[in-house]
Structures are given as structure tokens and as C-alpha cells.
């Protein structure tokens, strides 16, 4: 893909993460154009069909998960703990929690797509392998699972709101942090 | 009051509180009669304008977690750990997070109201008093604050959907449990 193509490309999904977040999977690829700044043609060239777009955002939040996942097997050779809390504040940070709350709107999509089923039964088990690394290292409850972890992890990551933040500075970190604590052995 | 009075304003609180998470402060009072099932005059003779409606449901709100606290101080005698745990479940389960997320979309209301910021002093200082009796129990650590208990509850109380709840069933539940057991000491 050319350079361009590939800025455009992730303009795009950037756009449909936040649109797809704040209104649903009802939003419009028109919406989504408008947002990433691009004309529609363009857009239809990298998603032919609504559908596409949907698997290309997800493609792209399973390649995250990956991301984070690869640099704490970096990190845990070195410190297996700050690796783990880094892992799990950056998997909160991916503020999955609206976009699964719009997604599971549409349980056709979100139960049955055959892609989302796969996508997340292996990013489950890229999950449960770090998990198994941490419950070894003593982190973590034996029967804490990878849907349970990022159920949680995506919960608290949602938003309440600027008024809320500027009453109670740092209240998110906080709770993440209460979290992880929350779930050791 | 009237006992059929008191049912109309119950019910009005009532459909008030679920149409103020679902949609937000701008809720209109007719909408607000028609889903609790009175007439427009109704509302009215309970609540004179949208911001006496709305601080009708501040007060109800503060009610409920004085009804938790009493029954907390009540149950702490017998049984501190289980007194601390059913508060913490019972407060999540006031489900304050989307209420709290609508709200402070409107600062003015939520940062500058002066019965709105009285009631949150007066809830905070009922919620710290119970909070100093668990820490005193050794259930909760020195440093969380009724804010930050509260800001946590609130949002680990917030639904995902039913396709999520279908699919790892219990989780919230779950949830509320690594919750509480993050704040301990």
C-alpha cells in the first residue's frame, strides 16, 4: 500500500473507532468519511461494504491487543510485575468498553459474525497465555479468565466524563489500579 | 400525601431516573409523564418545573444511599466483613454511573448547582462515615476516599448489554467482587 493510501487507510479507522464508539454500529460510512476527512470513493476503495469497515476496525483492535501483548513478553523477561501492571493499564487505555457496549446492541453481529467470533476466541487466547505468565509470577487469581479480564478491563475504561475528571482528578488510574490489585490472588 | 399521590410521584421518579440515563438531561418532562403512565398535570402538581424534577431525583438518589448506609450500620454489628460487602454490592447496584455520565455533560448542573453540589457533600460525608468504620475493620485501605468509592462503583455499574451478559454470565457480579477486594488494605 502507498504511503498515502495507508495514512488514509488509518484515518479511516481511527474515525470509525470513535464514531462506531459514540453512535453505534448504526453509523454511516458517509459519517465516517466526513470524519476521517477523506471522500467517500476513497473510503470505498480500502472498505467496499459497511461490513468491511466493521472487520477492518477489528482487525485493527486485535493487532492492539497484539501489540500490547508482544511488549509484555518483552518487558516480563526483565520485570514480570511492572510488566503485568503496564500490560493491564494499557489494555484499559484501548477503551474497548463503549465499543463493545454498541457492538453487543447488535447481537447478530456481535454473537454470531463468524470473523468476530474468531477475532475474539483468538484474541482470547493471546490474552489467556499472559494471563497464565502472571498467575505464574503470582499476579493474578488462578481463576481469573481472558473474558472476564477484558470485560472488566473495558468497563472501567469508559468514560464519565471531563466534569467528572476535573472533580476527581485521576480517578480512572486509580481505579484501574484498584482493579489489578482487585485481582490478586 | 395521598397514597395514590405518592405512587404518581414514585412513578415519576422512577421513569425520571431510567430516561435521565438513557437519555441524558435533556429529557423532557412529557416524555419523562408518559413513560411513568400520568398525565402531563400530574407531573406538574409534583414537580412545578424540569428543575424541581430533577432535583427530585437528586434527593431521591440521596435517600437510597441513606437507606444503604442504615442498613450497613445496622448489619456492622454482627458481622463487619459481610456488612462492608453487601454495601459495596448493593451500592453498585444503584447503578449511578450512566446518571453520572449523563450529568456531567452539563457542568453548570452537575459542578455549579448549589443543591446538587450540597447533596454530594452530604452523601460523600454519609458514604466516608461507613468507609472509616471498614478501614477501622482492616477491609478497606487508608487512602480511598468517599469519591473515589463512589466514582468506582458508579462505573463498574454500568450495563454492557445483554448479548455481553449472555456470554460471560455473571461477570458484573464478578466484577463488583475484585472490585471491593482491590480496596483492601
Not at 82 to 111: M, S, T, Y
Request: proline residues 3%; aromatic residues 8%; glycine residues 10%.
Amino acid at each position: 500500500m502507498r504511503a498515502d493510501a495507508a495514512v488514509n487507510r488509518e484515518a479511516i479507522i481511527g474515525a470509525a473507532i470513535e464514531l462506531l464508539a459514540d453512535v453505534g454500529l448504526s453509523v454511516s460510512t458517509r459519517q465516517v468519511a466526513a470524519a476521517a476527512g477523506v471522500g467517500i470513493g476513497t473510503l470505498y476503495r480500502h472498505f467496499p461494504t459497511r461490513t468491511d469497515l466493521l472487520h477492518g476496525v477489528g482487525t485493527c483492535l486485535r493487532e492492539r491487543v497484539d501489540a500490547l501483548a508482544a511488549r509484555f513478553d518483552e518487558r516480563a523477561t526483565e520485570d514480570i510485575e511492572a510488566a503485568w501492571l503496564a500490560f493491564g493499564h494499557e489494555f484499559v487505555g484501548l477503551r474497548l468498553g463503549r465499543l463493545i457496549a454498541q457492538a453487543a446492541a447488535f447481537p447478530d453481529f456481535f454473537l454470531d459474525d463468524a470473523a468476530v467470533v474468531e477475532r475474539r476466541a483468538e484474541a482470547a487466547g493471546a490474552i489467556a497465555a499472559r494471563l497464565d505468565v502472571a498467575k505464574r509470577a503470582g499476579l493474578v487469581r488462578e481463576d481469573v479468565d481472558a473474558f472476564h479480564f477484558v470485560l472488566g478491563a473495558s468497563q472501567i475504561s469508559r468514560p464519565l466524563g471531563a466534569a467528572v475528571d476535573g472533580l476527581v482528578p485521576g480517578w480512572n488510574e486509580w481505579l484501574v489500579d484498584v482493579y489489578l490489585r482487585g485481582l490478586r490472588p
